[in-house]
């Protein structure tokens, strides 16, 4: 095995921070100019690594939020006021200062248009990351496979890359559907509950059609989503899945 | 509900095997369930991770990344399939 690693397929190369994109209140997008991208399928991420003055090394996964089609490669990161890295990353991080990182990699929580559909996208939190770049990438290619992205968030303000889903969901093939589990303004004509059985009932499209599944977010979300698409007779070899840790939204 | 899954240890099961890995399937040497290596369940602690099968909780993969070079112990795998899983 350590002779497999010296290898080194997998590099670790310092990527320009090109710009930063304030999301949320606590949620920001880095585009990034690494310079040997080999380019990337939609659902794959990195690998980020932060090196201390004194040596010390933390590294964590981020999805990639940019399309294949895009020419840059952008990350979007929650921060979590107690974290390690993603403080830095939200927070500290400029224009004109490197990251380290590695990537793409991940195979399986992929979509890409081959794969057909219909899709059904169920995003909790930042769980929506990944689930962009499919988007963006059924967007690039013109898809006619139909889509449909269920979105819980706390609130509308936490809802990351809302414009854009918003003008996304005017193409006849994407349904987009939020869920804000906390706080909903007055009006709000979308759902207020946290995503359960019925919700999912609701919105998914029936197990008889066989839909392809993403589902991403905390851990606790990502296993009670796809438990519930089991329930309700979705197959579970079409149900991918992707969890983040530990659960805030 | 600390628990990841085989996504986080992609890129370390890339840089040992020079491979995509979490698409290959692994069957579990104690109760024979096979799955996709994303859908272990993974526990990442320094200095690297533990993953598990979903069905009997057995430890499958232990992986250690001492000084940049990691090492992967398969002991609890039955086997290991390099072909990518089919249709999910
Ligand atoms: C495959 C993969 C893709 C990911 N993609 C993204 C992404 O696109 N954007 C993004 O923001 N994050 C993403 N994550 C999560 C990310 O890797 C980090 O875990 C997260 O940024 C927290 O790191 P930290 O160092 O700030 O917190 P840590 O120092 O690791 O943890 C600080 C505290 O927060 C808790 N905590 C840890 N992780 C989370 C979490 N996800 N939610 C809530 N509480 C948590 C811990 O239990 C601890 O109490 C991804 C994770 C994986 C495995
Ligand atoms: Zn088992």
């Given at each position: 095995?350590?002779?497999?690693?010296?290898?080194?397929?997998?590099?670790?190369?310092?990527?320009?921070?090109v710009?930063?994109?304030?999301e949320t209140?606590?949620?920001?997008?880095?585009?990034l100019d690494?310079?040997a991208w080999?380019?990337?399928?939609?659902?794959?991420?990195v690998?980020?690594?932060?090196?201390?003055?004194?040596?010390y090394?933390?590294?964590r996964?981020?999805?990639?939020?940019?399309?294949?089609?895009?020419?840059?490669?952008?990350?979007?990161?929650?921060?979590?006021?107690?974290?390690?890295?993603?403080?830095?990353?939200?927070?500290?991080?400029?224009?004109g200062?490197?990251l380290?990182?590695?990537?793409?990699?991940?195979?399986?929580?992929?979509?890409e248009?081959?794969?057909?559909?219909?899709?059904?996208?169920?995003?909790g939190?930042?769980?929506?990351?990944?689930?962009?770049?499919m988007?963006?990438?059924?967007?690039?290619?013109?898809?006619?496979?139909?889509?449909r992205?269920?979105?819980?968030a706390?609130?509308?303000?936490?809802?990351?890359?809302?414009d854009?889903?918003?003008?996304m969901?005017?193409?006849?093939?994407?349904?987009?559907?939020?869920?804000l589990t906390?706080?909903?303004?007055?009006?709000?004509?979308?759902?207020?509950?946290?995503?359960?059985?019925?919700?999912?009932?609701?919105v998914?499209?029936?197990?008889?059609?066989?839909?392809l599944?993403?589902?991403?977010?905390?851990?606790?979300?990502?296993?009670?989503?796809?438990?519930?698409?089991?329930?309700l007779?979705?197959?579970?070899?079409?149900?991918?899945?992707?969890?983040?840790?530990?659960?805030?939204? | 509900?600390?628990?990841?899954?085989?996504?986080?240890?992609?890129?370390?099961?890339l840089?040992?095997?020079?491979?995509e890995?979490?698409t290959?399937?692994?069957?579990?040497?104690?109760?024979?369930t096979?799955?996709?290596?994303a859908?272990?369940?993974?526990?990442?602690?320094?200095?690297?991770?533990?993953?598990?099968?979903?069905?009997?909780?057995?430890?499958?993969?232990?992986?250690?990344?001492?000084?940049?070079?990691t090492?992967?112990?398969?002991?609890?795998?039955?086997?290991?399939?390099?072909?990518?899983t089919?249709g999910?």
């Open positions: 095995m350590a002779r497999a690693a010296l290898l080194g397929r997998l590099t670790w190369q310092l990527a320009n921070v710009e930063l994109v304030e209140a606590r949620v920001r997008s880095i585009v690494p310079p080999p380019g990337h399928r939609a659902g794959q991420h690998d980020v690594r932060l090196t201390a003055e004194d040596g090394q933390a590294q996964s981020y999805s990639i939020a940019s399309a294949p089609e895009d020419g840059y490669l952008m990350l979007t990161v929650e921060r979590l006021e107690d974290g390690e890295v993603s403080p830095y990353l939200a927070d500290e991080l400029r224009p200062d490197e380290e990182l590695r990537g793409p990699v991940g195979g399986y929580f992929v979509w248009e081959s794969l057909g559909g219909p899709l059904l996208l169920v995003a939190g930042s769980g929506v990351v990944p689930l962009r770049a988007l963006c990438h059924h967007r690039a290619v013109e898809s006619i496979v139909p889509v992205l269920l979105y819980s706390r609130s509308l303000e936490e809802v990351v890359y809302r854009e889903l918003m003008r969901a005017a193409a006849d093939q994407i349904d987009i559907r939020f869920t906390r706080e909903q303004p007055e009006g709000w004509q979308g759902y207020g509950r946290r995503i359960d059985r019925e919700l999912l009932d609701e998914s499209w029936p197990p008889g059609e066989h839909p599944v993403y589902v991403c977010g905390p851990t606790g979300f990502v296993e009670a989503t796809a438990n519930a698409l089991v329930e007779g979705h197959e579970p070899a079409r149900i991918r899945t992707e969890r983040f840790g530990p659960t805030g939204g | 509900m600390n628990a990841l899954d085989g996504n986080a240890i992609a890129g370390s099961l840089d040992v095997f020079g491979a890995m979490t290959a399937t692994g069957v579990c040497g104690s109760c024979g096979s799955a996709p290596v859908e272990f369940e993974v526990y990442l602690r320094a200095p690297g991770a533990v993953a598990r099968c979903r069905s009997c909780r057995s430890v499958l993969m232990v992986l250690v990344t001492i000084r940049g070079l090492c992967v112990d398969l002991r609890g795998l039955a086997a290991l399939g390099l072909a990518p089919s999910g």
